[in-house]
């Protein structure tokens, strides 16, 4: 039972575009969301996060959306850079839950120079 | 900066075998995570814990336990190590109360022959 679902596996945009990496939860108990990077080798990094009362959070290059009706959210990087190439995940936190965070599958983005 | 280690990058062990996987933070965080990271199911929660001596099961206990003797160190352990218990090792810490974001370690790849 996957309640943080990242269903796009990979994606693949050219530099200086914009990078749009989605995220679909199912419990409408979470109330905050995070995202991380994770390089190979490496641990997952803490990029940015949104509280469920809020619908944008931006943070330079990055943003992030929540539409907490459909329960999606997204990441816009933009412009992508060749060094954002990492596998991003989304996280989700619930305000009733013992403080853990539920992690999607996770999607690698490449940006190609 | 916050500063988790894992006490090994890769390890290599045999079916059968008892296991050990340390993480030290040096934050004086109270909460400490066990996930592992498989591809196209993301990070998934093992065991965490609230406090010294204390543990809760996450979503995939079986097969492991745990251990906090002390604040600054949980200990994953393998009982009887199996080939499917194969994965990368994810340690996190994270502060007390409200506070949502997860501090990674750099992971132990391990590999059960």
């Known amino acids: 039972d996957q309640q943080v679902k990242q269903n796009s596996p990979s994606l693949s945009v050219q530099e200086g575009r914009i990078s749009i990496l989605n995220c679909d939860y199912t419990?409408?108990?979470?109330?905050?969301f995070l995202w991380y990077k994770k390089y190979p080798a490496e641990g997952p990094t803490f990029l940015i996060s949104i509280s469920s009362i809020k619908d944008k959070n931006e943070d330079g290059r990055f943003t992030v959306f929540l539409n907490k009706s459909a329960k999606h959210l997204s990441l816009h990087i933009v412009p992508s850079q060749p060094g954002d190439s990492a596998v991003y995940f989304c996280a989700a936190h619930g305000s009733s839950n013992t403080g853990k965070l539920i992690f999607g599958q996770g999607t690698t983005l490449q940006v190609k120079p | 900066d916050v500063k988790v280690t894992q006490s090994s990058r890769y390890l290599v062990k045999r079916t059968g075998e008892k296991v050990f996987l340390e993480c030290v933070q040096d934050m004086d965080h109270e909460n400490m995570f066990w996930y592992r990271q498989d591809p196209g199911l993301g990070l998934r929660l093992i065991y965490f814990?609230?406090?010294?001596?204390?543990?809760e099961k996450g979503d995939i206990p079986e097969g492991y336990s745990v251990s906090r003797e002390k604040k600054e160190r949980f200990s994953l352990i393998l009982e009887s190590a199996s080939t499917n218990q194969t994965s990368m090792y994810l340690c996190?810490?994270?502060?007390?109360?409200?506070?949502?974001?997860?501090?990674f370690g750099s992971g132990t790849q391990l590999s059960v022959l």
């Open positions: 814990s609230y406090d010294v001596k204390m543990k």
């Open positions: 996190a810490s994270r502060g007390g109360t409200g506070r949502k974001k997860l501090f």
């Open positions: 419990n409408s108990m979470f109330d905050y």
